[in-house]
């Protein structure tokens, strides 16, 4: 089975920033992407940023300079730094990883519970 585990989320106010962390466990031969959705009330899941095991990376326009994505690949860990945050993005944000758990096989698609993350005016 596969967990992933964040942390990092809470509320801070608007400028402020917060890291979050996504740790993958369990049965993985490897990991091909790892990424950061969030949700706000009401509105549908969207991509954050992402992250391929060889360092490409892709960001959601309006975060693009203000947030940015990186990953430990020993320790199957995504990282999401956000700079001067504002309350749009406030939203819950779920880890994302696409996970090679046998050879000759595509990867599956797992998620984390989700963290929420509260800007304030």
């Known amino acids: 089975q596969v967990q992933l585990v964040e942390s990092g989320g809470g509320l801070v106010q608007a400028g402020g920033s917060l890291r979050l962390s996504c740790a993958a466990s369990g049965d993985i031969v490897s990991i091909a992407a790892m990424g950061w959705y969030r949700q706000a009330p009401g509105k549908q899941r969207e991509l954050v940023a992402a992250?391929?095991?060889?360092?490409?990376?892709n960001y959601k326009d309006s975060v693009k300079g203000r947030f940015t994505i990186s990953r430990d690949n020993a320790k199957n860990t995504v990282y999401l730094q956000m700079n001067s945050l504002k309350p749009e993005d406030t939203a819950v944000y779920y880890c994302?990883?696409?996970?090679?758990?046998?050879?000759?096989?595509?990867?599956?698609?797992?998620w984390g519970q989700g963290t929420q993350v509260t800007v304030s005016s």
């Open positions: 994302n990883a696409d996970i090679f758990r046998y050879y000759y096989t595509p990867p599956d698609p797992y």
């Open positions: 992250i391929t095991s060889g360092g490409d990376t």
